[in-house]
């Protein structure tokens, strides 16, 4: 059998050997972890953790929505895979009855569609891995016999609520002192999900811990959580009379944005630890943005905005309709993004229209609805940038960003500037910006292939003004600006990205 690792940038999967062969690389190691299974969560098996957890953070659920937090991506349930580890061990008599701790770190995203790797390690203290490739995204270390001391239950009493639809959106000093009691899951659906571990604890148990995940996502922290930490003591006499799942944030701390909430269920005890991220980045409005840019300026330009829907290229379709110039923005599938930054833009008197446009499909398709002619094209078409800490280069990453960053602006480039189409006036010159990077200065470790890709551009667009004596390029290697990608997780100071980019807006004009 094959096992095979993730690429968050391209989306293929790339071989890493056979179960044996990684048992055996394992081995050479750390003799004391052995491959237990492997697996990769599909949609609809997400769909299912959803419906049983009531867990609808959109960081799990909305594809769109996801690309504005920290993973960049919808990412898997971190107690779905903990249920699903603890199923297996069960079922492979690794783990039995006697189990009493569960403390659980989570370290790292796991995608949709990443192939998981389920590694164990038996002893007084047993533990098990989550893996992706070689990235340990999830550690546990399991327990037998109850604890000596046992967890408090939270103290406050508060009636049962029903399971939201919507996730909270709580401030950080809202979150202490926040209580409840949520219903736990469905038996019958963890008898059908998690099989063996139902039949060797009963149902309740992975009920309960898998509306830990609705706590965290959906009450306290809510909206803007990421799962750190779960300790929980499986204390069966708990049992008589808990339909539900008490909980209690008890403690915050600022300076991380960390968060604790103690819980107690029929089954669990204990105490689970989460992060409150930033919300979504939000650019300069467009009453902030004509405070910085001259009435009428930029009259007469016309410009195609690739990647308008947000970050970068949203201010640039601002600035340019405050300076009293056209846009057409482009999407990739944040069609409501579009729609908000269009519709600020107009209120303003703008005008601007939007387009759906995958700078890695074929240009001329995209382009058959949309008439000329246009001045520039702004190209702020982008994929991910970094790598998660710890996970290898990768050979397939560079030819997804390739096909955004250095085929996707040829392709496009070259069909603008076809004469039959009509898009640039005849006689004239396409003025194209090509945003660089201040990483090709100083390249971050994870960003290495983003790096690589946006030099292989810049080369391309010095021999692309020597061919194409209509297409006059500008490349900048812009500094590290806010955006969803660069969103740190503790305040930074960044520049002010209409400062920044102005004054190549400015000198595209005079040209």
């Not at 909206?223 to 708990?238: E, G, M, Q, T, Y």
């Not at 496009?412 to 660089?436: D, I, M, Q």
Request: proline letters at 6%.
């Amino acid at each position: 059998m094959r096992a095979f690792a993730g690429c968050r940038f391209c989306g293929k999967f790339i071989a890493t050997g056979t179960l044996e062969s990684l048992n055996a690389a394992a081995s050479n190691t750390s003799s004391t972890f052995v491959l237990v299974a492997q697996t990769a969560v599909t949609w609809p098996q997400q769909e299912l953790f959803m419906h049983f957890s009531g867990d609808r953070n959109p960081m799990h659920i909305d594809p769109v929505a996801a690309r504005r937090t920290p993973p960049g991506a919808g990412v898997v349930y971190g107690m779905h895979m903990v249920l699903w580890a603890l199923d297996q061990l069960v079922a492979g008599a690794h783990v039995d009855r006697s189990l009493g701790i569960v403390s659980v770190r989570f370290l790292k995203w796991m995608y949709l569609e990443d192939t998981v790797s389920l590694w164990f390690c038996a002893g007084v203290k047993s533990r098990f891995e989550l893996r992706v490739g070689e990235l340990v995204a999830l550690s546990c270390f399991l327990q037998s016999g109850l604890a000596h001391d046992q967890p408090e239950r939270p103290h406050r009493h508060s009636t049962v609520s029903q399971r939201r639809e919507v996730p909270a959106t709580l401030l950080l000093h809202e979150i202490e002192g926040k209580h409840g009691q949520a219903p736990i899951a469905d038996l019958s659906a963890s008898e059908t999900l998690f099989p063996s571990l139902a039949r060797t604890f009963g149902p309740r148990l992975a009920a309960e811990i898998a509306t830990c995940s609705y706590v965290v996502g959906m009450e306290a922290p809510g909206l803007h959580s990421i799962d750190s930490v779960a300790d929980w003591v499986i204390a069966p006499s708990l049992a008589a009379g808990r339909s539900v799942l008490s909980y209690e944030g008890i403690a915050v701390d600022p300076r991380f944005r960390r968060v604790r909430i103690r819980i107690a269920g029929g089954w669990i005890a204990g105490t689970l630890e989460a992060f409150v991220r930033h919300a979504p980045v939000r650019q300069a409005t467009m009453e902030q943005v004509k405070q910085q840019v001259l009435s009428g300026e930029f009259l007469g330009m016309r410009a195609l905005i690739l990647g308008g829907s947000r970050g970068l290229g949203e201010i640039a379709a601002k600035c340019i309709a405050a300076g009293g110039g056209q846009s057409v923005l482009t999407y990739a599938s944040g069609l409501q993004d579009a729609e908000c930054v269009a519709a600020e833009i107009r209120d303003h008197g703008g005008s601007v229209s939007i387009l759906r446009y995958d700078a890695r499909e074929a240009p001329a398709p995209q382009l058959a609805d949309v008439t000329g002619p246009f001045t520039h094209l702004l190209y702020f078409a982008s994929g991910r940038m970094f790598r998660q800490k710890g996970e290898l280069p990768c050979a397939e990453c560079l030819v997804g960003h390739n096909a955004i960053y250095v085929q996707g602006f040829h392709d496009l480039c070259v069909e603008l500037l076809r004469p039959e189409s009509g898009r640039v006036e005849p006689g004239r010159k396409l003025v194209a910006f090509y945003p660089s990077s201040a990483l090709l200065d100083d390249p971050a470790t994870s960003a290495t292939e983003f790096a690589a890709s946006k030099a292989a551009g810049e080369q391309l667009c010095q021999e692309m003004e020597r061919s194409l004596p209509r297409l006059q390029i500008l490349v900048a290697r812009l500094p590290r600006l806010l955006t969803d990608q660069t969103a740190p997780m503790f305040p930074e100071r960044f520049p002010d990205a209409v400062a920044v980019l102005l004054p190549f807006f400015r000198q595209w004009n005079a040209t």
